[in-house]
């Protein structure tokens, strides 16, 4: 980690020695022109007294002065330009209204008020974060400055890593502010910016950001791990002291000239490892880690055998990133295995230059003076490719609702790859549909979509990919999108990218075809719904549209969701009934195997006989855990419980993982009436559809009528809600035969 504050030389007076510190940047960059730099931070520094000076204020500790200094520091460790360090000193006085842009202009060349002014742009992120400044700006001019933001980041990459420097040194400075601002920034850098450090692959400065945020947005955790992670810290470094020494007499004999350290895992990346696996502390085996770094990329792979011939391998705990890189450009082999002393060991092994590139990122590509990068790899242009794209959507959705959670989902671990028929792998979120496969690849594949392949096999639409799988898109030659597809009950699409291309569709539409189709759409699923009859008008008000027509347009371009439409027109014509004056029925969310106790569930085992300790009589929200007993069963108790701790330290193969039963959940009894062409099979699919949303049959009663050969059918279900009946009765209607599946509300 880069620490600026422990390096930077002062004066007797307490004033920073300038000489001393342009010697330190000059000593981590050396092709940097000193006599510009010290200008630059003369200039600063003479703006930053004489607004003190007007303002009768001389600041003590933290400066605007101070801070520019600091950033330009960080950005000379990842070996940036001349004209990013000239700005980086000079932004903190244009942001605190000290320093003028055209006075940057005159002195300095466009070039760096350039970056000044994309760099202040890119405050438009705060401001969409922060609701409250967010009303006084206005939904329009937020969109207008994001769209800005954006474009000065694709534009020049330099604007988004002098406010990555500039955020690194926000919330190291936010350890002496008050609580309230130490959340906002920490929100806003792990929302934000980590994400978009991760995206350009700088890892030590993703790293620095996720762990300072994780500190203030959980510090019980936090410092938990920390500690837990000190405490072992004097064994951890011996083990590791002797396990580099041994593999470094290994590959030297192999005629390898390695660099190996031990690697420290950041401390949110291990709480985020045990939050998803379910894993203790002791269970998380890369906190013991060594990186080897080796010149060639042929050394990486002899490495690998090597290090699989000292130790035995842990089978499915093998990643190849060399032969296939991460999204974000990151190349290395990962391996883990069982070490000296039988204590599992991570390793990872890379050349010089991967390394370089994994921790600086795109700025491992830069050359100074000017921004070519190596035509030797396109990882630079596929990040610039990758925030293009961001723009271009919200371009078309015309919105800024979903750039956080666009960010962190295009960086959570939690992804799916899948190959094209030519053999192209293709990653998405996790539940990506093959239509977010089409519109992944390309726009056009996804508006003319008419089915899919999986393997060689036809499958719907809204299936769900699983990793490895080899998908084809069946097209037709004048095809469009169908407004079912923007449906969240059916399905058909998952990503905000495929959202945002469909809406954008029909927004190129005839105006009048959208409130028609908008119109066709809410009537049918009112009908279905069998809600009483709703004034348009008042409901297009309560969706803060002008009129019924506005609204009708708005939902037919899929600017408005159906589900919320209808959510608001139930509000409208019966505010105080809810879903029905019935009595709820509480049921339990899933059909779990009891023990004697209901509310206990053993992991992993069906029926076992259970019963509270009498020492510890835990009550249900208590951590817990079993004890297998002889001949009674598993005896329950509180985790922190003595008699539970002293069985786990003299008989832990007795222990055993139990958690509280399901918590039940308000169903609601509801009547559908389905009319269908008459079919052998008709009353198994509907049971089919029934039973894959785990809904609870109270009531079935079925008529055919031999005449016009149809079917009646009606059936009462328990249902959580109005979305869950929505989803139920467009998925039955989905189904062969069927003429129509609507409600059936009580007289």
Same mark, same amino acid.
């Given at each position: ?48 007294? @004489? ?41 903190? %006085? ?108 700088? %890892? ?22 920390? @500690? ?26 192999? %005629? ?174 996790? %539940? ?31 299936? #769900? ?61 009112? #009908? ?41 027109? @139930? @509000? ?107 079919? #052998? ?67």
């Amino acid at each position: 980690m880069v620490q600026v504050r422990a390096v930077q030389p002062i004066n007797t007076d307490g004033s920073i020695n300038l000489d001393g510190w342009l010697d330190h940047v000059l000593g981590m960059d050396p092709p940097l022109d000193r006599a510009a730099l010290k200008e630059a931070c003369e200039f600063a520094r003479e703006a930053e007294q @004489q607004a003190n000076a007007a303002q009768n204020l001389w600041s003590e500790g933290t400066s605007s002065y101070q801070i520019g200094l600091e950033i330009a520091e960080i950005l000379a460790d990842l070996k940036l330009d001349q004209d990013s360090l000239v700005a980086a000193v000079i932004y903190r %006085g244009v942001r605190e209204g000290k320093i003028q842009l055209a006075d940057v202009h005159q002195r300095f060349g466009p070039v760096v008020a350039k970056l000044i002014e994309g760099v202040l742009r890119m405050a438009a992120i705060s401001a969409s974060l922060n609701p409250r400044e967010s009303l006084v700006l206005g939904s329009q001019a937020q969109v207008e400055n994001l769209r800005k933001m954006l474009v000065a980041m694709v534009d020049d990459v330099r604007v988004a890593l002098i406010k990555l420097a500039e955020r690194t040194c926000a919330i190291r400075a936010v350890k002496l502010a008050d609580d309230e601002k130490r959340q906002r920034v920490a929100r806003e850098v792990f929302d934000i910016y980590a994400p978009l450090a991760h995206r350009l692959g700088i %890892g030590h400065i993703k790293w620095e950001l996720e762990d300072l945020s994780f500190r203030y947005l959980e510090p019980e955790q936090y410092k938990q791990i920390a @500690q837990l992670l000190h405490e072992r810290r004097l064994d951890r470094e011996q083990y590791i002291t002797n396990v580099v020494q041994q593999l470094k007499d290994e590959l030297t004999a192999a %005629g390898i000239q390695p660099e190996i350290d031990g690697r420290a895992k950041h401390i949110y990346s291990i709480w985020r490892k045990m939050q998803k696996k379910g894993l203790q502390f002791s269970q998380i085996y890369d906190v013991r880690a060594l990186r080897v770094l080796v010149p060639e990329v042929r050394d990486c792979y002899t490495t690998l055998g090597i290090v699989h011939t000292l130790w035995r391998h842990i089978p499915k705990e093998f990643d190849d990133y060399i032969a296939n890189p991460k999204e974000n450009g990151y190349r290395s082999l990962h391996t883990a295995v069982i070490g000296p002393e039988g204590k599992v060991l991570e390793v990872q092994i890379r050349t010089h230059a991967m390394h370089e590139e994994a921790e600086l990122g795109v700025c491992a590509h830069w050359r100074y003076k000017g921004t070519d990068v190596n035509s030797g790899s396109d990882h630079y242009e596929e990040k610039i490719a990758w925030l293009r794209q961001v723009l271009e959507w919200h371009e078309e959705l015309g919105d800024i609702g979903g750039l956080a959670d666009q960010l962190r989902v295009d960086i959570e671990p939690d992804r799916v790859y899948v190959f094209t028929p030519d053999g192209h792998a293709i990653d998405l979120p996790k %539940g990506a549909t093959p239509l977010d496969f089409a519109y992944r690849v390309h726009t056009e594949i996804g508006h003319n979509c008419r089915g899919a392949k999986v393997n060689g096999r036809i499958v719907p639409l809204n299936y #769900s990919l699983q990793t490895g799988e080899q998908v084809e898109i069946i097209t037709s030659k004048h095809g469009s999108p169908s407004r079912d597809w923007l449906n969240p009950n059916l399905g058909y699409i998952t990503t905000s990218r495929s959202r945002a291309k469909i809406v954008h569709w029909f927004k190129l539409q005839a105006r009048d075809q959208n409130v028609a189709a908008g119109k066709a759409l809410l009537e049918r699923e009112l #009908s279905r719904l069998d809600l009483p009859p709703v004034d348009f008008d008042k409901l297009a008000e309560k969706a803060n549209l002008k009129n019924a027509e506005d609204m009708f347009a708005a939902l037919g371009a899929g600017d408005l969701r159906l589900a919320h439409l209808v959510n608001m027109a @139930q @509000q409208l014509v019966e505010p105080e009934r809810g879903y029905d004056q019935l009595e709820l029925i509480p049921r339990r969310s899933a059909p779990h195997k009891p023990g004697k106790r209901g509310d206990v569930q053993i992991q992993g085992v069906g029926n076992l006989l259970t019963q509270m300790a009498g020492c510890c009589q835990p009550l249900p929200g208590d951590p817990i855990v079993g004890y297998i007993t002889l001949g009674r069963g598993v005896t329950i108790h509180r985790q922190d419980c003595p008699t539970a701790l002293q069985q786990t330290a003299r008989e832990p193969e007795r222990m055993i993982q139990v958690s509280w039963g399901p918590v039940p959940v308000q169903t609601y009894p509801v009547e559908i009436v389905i009319k269908a062409y008459d079919r #052998s099979g008709l009353l198994r699919d509907v049971s089919q559809v029934l039973l894959n949303d785990r809904i609870n049959v109270l009531a079935v009663n079925t008529r055919s009528n031999k005449e016009d050969n149809t079917a009646s059918m009606s059936i009462t279900v328990e249902i959580p809600g109005l979305d869950a009946l929505g989803r139920l009765l467009a998925r039955i209607g989905q189904l062969p035969n069927i003429i129509e599946a609507r409600r059936q509300r009580a007289n």
